[in-house]
Structure formats: structure tokens, C-alpha cells
């Protein structure tokens, strides 16, 4: 019987998560983290995830991004170009505040005798990237004083947490298998998020919180949704804009794309064909039968190879034409087709969840200050009609109701979310037993992993100055993080703090004026 077999008979297979622990590649384990790898030296810290910041393509070719100011109370003041930055705090007018990003405080002059302009921060929520802009708006000009993008840990908080729950799992199967299992009478609370897409709604929301207190942020312009449906529908409510070949167009497209999850809808991709077109489902001319509109009921995606299959046949007529073909791809044509004339579209479910996020991100930015929401059409029309190149962040720059948008082309500001480390102290083998511990306390000799820290090695093998992400060891021999690589075995006293560990990590800018 299945049940008599002691503990290890009785474990169910693993599911993948479990055995993918990338931590744990090091050869030979000793038996419950005994044996000679409980010898081995832990770093308090996150040793499976990489902490480098990937570089943004749209660093600068040239233009410097603004330094952040504040008064002698703390009260934020107008970003100032670096160069002034610089005079300042050689006269010894200022201080340098903070690092990341780097900020100056003025230390004889008070918001009252200076003139502040409205900031908005510009945001483009993204799965895996937000992109953030600083603007200040004169006369319709959007002066980008600022530009940063903030990647993400959704897919690592999602990772762990199935870790955890397969550790649990296993725990329950091999070593509690009488035990009942417990009544469920979890619940939800309204407005939950899966811990994934929280995390991208907290840190969005933590960034901003951090600009409102270093910049005299005004409003907050959010790209809310991809395409707007009630403008599609009702083209002549919001003017000339709206208009056939302008925004309305890019709001069509986007629509569209979102709608039929950017394939074909004929051959569903099979012509491999990367050129997706806007069709006519009735066409606007065909050769007899009744004429297609420009409405949206009438439009739907095709590949250019379909397109020009289908030519101005009725959806009836390239019917007959498709089942007298032999080929493949005509029957899956032949079959999509037959959906769409039953009136079969696909549905619109996955676009809901991702818009949940996009929600609960609204909601929450709301109560910082007052929020002009977006959509994905306007900010393609944007870019495009002011020819600015796709990044994240002046995709950001570019949501909105914009006329122009000056000095773009400035370096950005490249912020990664870590997290605060792990609450768990055991580390564990790819089978879910324990291999070791980790230290408990979190700082040694007042530093913390994740902290950025300077370390100056005057002699040795290690000679030299580095700058970069610390994680700390008990011993106080610390291993660093720098841009090129890891340098391992730094010892504490040859460190210096330039920033505290607050859960991001950040790319250095070139042209930081230190
Ligand atoms: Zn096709």
C-alpha cells in the first residue's frame, strides 16, 4: 500500500521550481547542510539573483540629466544642470544630500525666496520595465529634466514564492502525511493583487514618493490604458484629433493589435509573415456585394500575405476560392474565416488583467496628486509625429497631451528593484533539505548587503579602488559588485558608504559631477 511505505516512499515527484535552484551548484552535499559545505562562508544576501542593471539603449548621446535640489529645510527646489551643481558645492553653498539620484542640498536659501515650476512625472507602466519622465511644461514644450527606468522582480517574487510553497509541499507529503488537512477559510481581500504585480505597483508607487520629495512634482500623467474604446466607438466627441489618419488611427491600431493578440487572424501566423496590416473583414471596394466600412466592427488584423490573397473577395466568396485549395494553410484560413463569420472574435480576459495592475496603479497614484491619465494610441501618435526613438522612458515622456518635447536625448537613470533579502536563514539543497545556514543579523561592521560602497585596497593582490554593490560575510570580508565584475574578499576597513541599501540598484550615470 501506498500509505504503509515509510516517509521517503510516500514523497510525491517535485514539480520544477523545486529543482531549479540556481544557488545551489556547488558539488558534493553533505548530509542535512553537514559535511563540508556547511564550511562554506554564506554572504548574507541574494546570491541567486544578479544584481547587474542592464543598460538602457537610450543612453545619451549627449545632454547630462539634472541635478536634484533642495533647500536648507529640505524642501525640494528646480533641478539645476550639473555644472552649476558643481560651482555650488565648491563655493560650499551646498552638500551633497544623496547619491542615487544625485541631489545637493542648499544650505542658505529657503523655497520662499526661490521661483518653483510645475514638474509632472510622466509614467509608462510596463510587465518588466516602467519608464519614468521628469517634465517641466512651458508654454506647451515639455523640458525633460529627467529620465529613469525601473526594472521589475515580478517573475523573481514569483519564482521564490513557488519555492516556497514546493518546500511546504514537501514538508506536508513526507513528514506530515496523517496530518488532516486544515479547514480552508482563506479569503481575499477586495482589490487583491498576486504578490508579483504588487510589487510593480509598490515600487512604481515608492519611486514617485521619492521624486515628490526632491522635485516640486505638480501632477502626474499616467499611460492608464492601451487604447481608449469609448473614443474608438464614437470617433467625433473629442475634435479634430480624433480625426481619420491622426490620433484616431494609432488608437484603431493599437486597438486592434491588443484585440487579436497581434496575429494574423487568417493564417494565425502561419505564413510567417512579420508585417501585420489593418483589413477590411467586408472589403471597402469589392468587386459585387455590398461595400465595407471604416467601422470598427468591419476591421481586423491580417498578415500582408492574406491581405493580398484576400484581396476585395467577400468573406463568403474567398471562402469557395479557400476550399478548393489543397494547401494548409488555406484550411486554417478557411476555418478562421468560418469563425469570423459566425461572429467568433477572440476575447478580451488577458487584456483585463493586465489592465488590474494599470488600475490599481491609478487608484493609488491619485491620492499623491492629481493624475491625467492616457493611453498607448496618443503616446505612439506622439513618438511618432515628433519622431523620438522607443525606449521606456520616452515613451514615458511622451504620454499625454503633448505639443513638443525638448532635450530627450540626456543619459537615464537606470534603477533595478532587489528586494531587502530573504527572511529565510537556511539555505537548501534542489531537493528542499537544509545545506547550511546564514547569519541572522543583517549589518556587519555597519554595513548591510546592498549597500554601495566605495573600497580603497592601498597594497596586495586586491590593489586598487572599486565602487559597486556590497554583500556582506560575518567574517567582514565582503565580496563587491562592481560595473566589470565581482571582486571577492574585500575586508571591511577598506570600505566606505556612498549609499545605504534601500532595495534597488542603480547604474551609474557617466557624467555624475562628483
Ligand atoms: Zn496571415
Redesign the pocket.
Known amino acids: 500500500m501506498y500509505r504503509e511505505l515509510k516517509t521517503n516512499g510516500g514523497m510525491l515527484p517535485q514539480s520544477r521550481p523545486l529543482e531549479a535552484r540556481a544557488a545551489d551548484n556547488l558539488h558534493g552535499y553533505g548530509r542535512n547542510g553537514s559535511g563540508r559545505n556547511a564550511a562554506v562562508q554564506q554572504s548574507r544576501g541574494e546570491s541567486s539573483t544578479d544584481v547587474r542593471v542592464e543598460s538602457s539603449p537610450a543612453l545619451a548621446e549627449n545632454g547630462v540629466s539634472r541635478v536634484f535640489v533642495l533647500d536648507k529645510r529640505g524642501e525640494p527646489l528646480m533641478p539645476c544642470h550639473p555644472a552649476r551643481a558643481r560651482k555650488l558645492l565648491a563655493k560650499g553653498r551646498g552638500r551633497v544630500h544623496q547619491m542615487f539620484p544625485f541631489t545637493i542640498r542648499l544650505i542658505d536659501r529657503t523655497r520662499e525666496d526661490s521661483s518653483v515650476q510645475p514638474i509632472n512625472v510622466k509614467i509608462d507602466p510596463g510587465a518588466k520595465t516602467t519608464g519614468m519622465a521628469l517634465v517641466w511644461i512651458e508654454e506647451g514644450v515639455n523640458h525633460v529634466l529627467h529620465l529613469s527606468e525601473l526594472t521589475h522582480r515580478g517573475a523573481a517574487i514569483r519564482k521564490k514564492l513557488d519555492q516556497r510553497s514546493n518546500y511546504r509541499r514537501r514538508r506536508r507529503t513526507a513528514n506530515l502525511w496523517y496530518r488532516k488537512p486544515r479547514f480552508n477559510n482563506r479569503t481575499r481581500p477586495k482589490g487583491w493583487l498576486p504578490p508579483s504585480l504588487r510589487s510593480r505597483v509598490d515600487n512604481t508607487l515608492s519611486w514617485v514618493k521619492k521624486y515628490q520629495s526632491i522635485c516640486p512634482v505638480s501632477g502626474i500623467v499616467l499611460e492608464l490604458v492601451r487604447f481608449d474604446i469609448q473614443k474608438l466607438n464614437n470617433p467625433e466627441i473629442s475634435g479634430v484629433e480624433y480625426q481619420q489618419g491622426t490620433l484616431f488611427g494609432y488608437e484603431v491600431r493599437e486597438y486592434l493589435l491588443e484585440r487579436y493578440n497581434r496575429t494574423?487572424i487568417?493564417?494565425q501566423g502561419?505564413?510567417n509573415?512579420p508585417v501585420l496590416e489593418i483589413e477590411h473583414f467586408v472589403p471597402k471596394n469589392p468587386s459585387k456585394g455590398p461595400k465595407g466600412t471604416n467601422s470598427i466592427k468591419n476591421l481586423v488584423i491580417?498578415?500582408k500575405?492574406?491581405n493580398q490573397t484576400k484581396n476585395n473577395y467577400q468573406p463568403e466568396q474567398w471562402m469557395e476560392v479557400l476550399s478548393k485549395s489543397r494547401k494548409k494553410i488555406d484550411k486554417i484560413r478557411l476555418k478562421n474565416l468560418n469563425r469570423l463569420l459566425e461572429g467568433k472574435r477572440p476575447s478580451l480576459a488577458a487584456t483585463a488583467a493586465v489592465n488590474a495592475t494599470r488600475n490599481a496603479l491609478f487608484f493609488e497614484l491619485r491620492e499623491l496628486a492629481p493624475v491625467e491619465c492616457s493611453t498607448g494610441g496618443r503616446t505612439k501618435y506622439n513618438r511618432c509625429r515628433l519622431n523620438i526613438s522607443k525606449t521606456h522612458c520616452l515613451d514615458a515622456a511622451c504620454t499625454g497631451k503633448i505639443d513638443s518635447v525638448a532635450d530627450w536625448k540626456q543619459n537615464v537613470f537606470l534603477i533595478k528593484a532587489m528586494g531587502r533579502g530573504s527572511y529565510q536563514r537556511t539555505r537548501v539543497n534542489k531537493y528542499g533539505f537544509p545545506r547550511g545556514y546564514l547569519m541572522s543579523q543583517k549589518t556587519v561592521h555597519g554595513f548591510a548587503t546592498g549597500d554601495i560602497i566605495k573600497a580603497c585596497v592601498p597594497s596586495g593582490k586586491k590593489e586598487g579602488t572599486y565602487i559597486g554593490r556590497v554583500a556582506v560575510r560575518k567574517s567582514g570580508s565582503f565580496n563587491i559588485q562592481t560595473k566589470q565584475e565581482t571582486i571577492q574578499g574585500i575586508s571591511w576597513r577598506y570600505c566606505k558608504i556612498i549609499s545605504r541599501q534601500n532595495g534597488y540598484n542603480f547604474a551609474i550615470p557617466n557624467s555624475s559631477p562628483t
Do not use: A, K, N
Open positions: 494574423c487568417y493564417c502561419l505564413s509573415d491580417g498578415c500575405t492574406c
